[in-house]
T-cell receptor, first 115, second 110 residues
Framework: NAGVMQNPRHLVRRRGQEARLRCSPM?????VYWYRQLPEEGLKFMVY????????ESGMPKERFSAEFPKEGPSILRIQQVVRGDSAAYFC?????????????FGAGTRLSVL | DAKTTQPPSMDCAEGRAANLPCNHS???????VYWYRQIHSQGPQYIIH???NNETNEMASLIITEDRKSSTLILPHATLRDTAVYYC???????????FGTGTRLTIIP
């Protein structure tokens, strides 16, 4: 039973380019969460999605960032026109349901470096 | 979610029990206490969670005080691989985001 899969593991972009980060949840999980971790800091919540729906995007920057979780395929976190400040580790987590008793399992993350 | 307070760092000798405290004095009745750890720069790893009762699994034990204002994570026989940052998080339905603080950096000493 594979865990949460994220790809790519490392992504290098130049300023102004687009970054696409992918997350495949664990089998049987329909809830996906994205978190960002800046160097030497804790993880910060960005967005929570259920299949085809954004449930909570209160942690997403207002511009350039978007997320989707289509009916088929992985969840995508998209960053347009990247800037150096977007350099961070982006982690995806998934859970089976949205109850507090249901555990969020994390992927290994995508490390984005903006040159 | 309730704010949690943890010591920034702790050391523990290999083979001994590591006891990591967490204060969550403003926790509400339906909030769970979750513990995760992050080894180096890997993704956070779930350890254990509980609501009121003490819990034990293959990784650790969680002791929650009767008033639920604090808890302790116990790693019974610490190994070098347990060196990590440990996060104590309170979490409830309706607010699904996990709020990570700065955690406790646990170093296991050979």
């Amino acid at each position: 039973n594979a865990g949460v899969m994220q790809n790519p593991r490392h992504l290098v972009r130049r300023r102004g380019q687009e970054a696409r980060l992918r997350c495949s949840p664990m089998k049987g999980h329909s809830h996906v969460y994205w978190y960002r971790q800046l160097p030497e800091e804790g993880l910060k919540f960005m967005v929570y999605l259920q299949k085809e729906n954004i449930i909570d995007e209160s942690g997403m920057p207002k511009e350039r960032f978007s997320a989707e979780f289509p009916k088929e395929g992985p969840s995508i976190l998209r960053i347009q026109q990247v800037v150096r400040g977007d350099s961070a580790a982006y982690f995806c987590a998934s859970s089976r349901s949205r109850t507090a008793a249901d555990i969020q399992y994390f992927g290994a993350g995508t490390r984005l470096s903006v040159l | 979610d309730a704010k949690t307070t943890q010591p920034p760092s702790m050391d523990c000798a290999e083979g001994r029990a590591a006891n990591l405290p967490c204060n969550h004095s403003t926790i509400s009745g339906n909030e769970y206490v979750y513990w995760y750890r992050q080894i180096h720069s890997q993704g956070p790893q779930y350890i254990i969670h509980g609501l009121k009762n003490n819990e034990t699994n293959e990784m650790a034990s969680l002791i929650i005080t009767e008033d639920r204002k604090s808890s302790t994570l116990i790693l019974p026989h610490a190994t070098l691989r347990d060196t990590a940052v440990y996060y104590c998080i309170t979490f409830n339905f309706g607010n699904e985001k996990l709020t990570f603080g700065t955690g406790t950096r646990l170093t296991i000493i050979p």
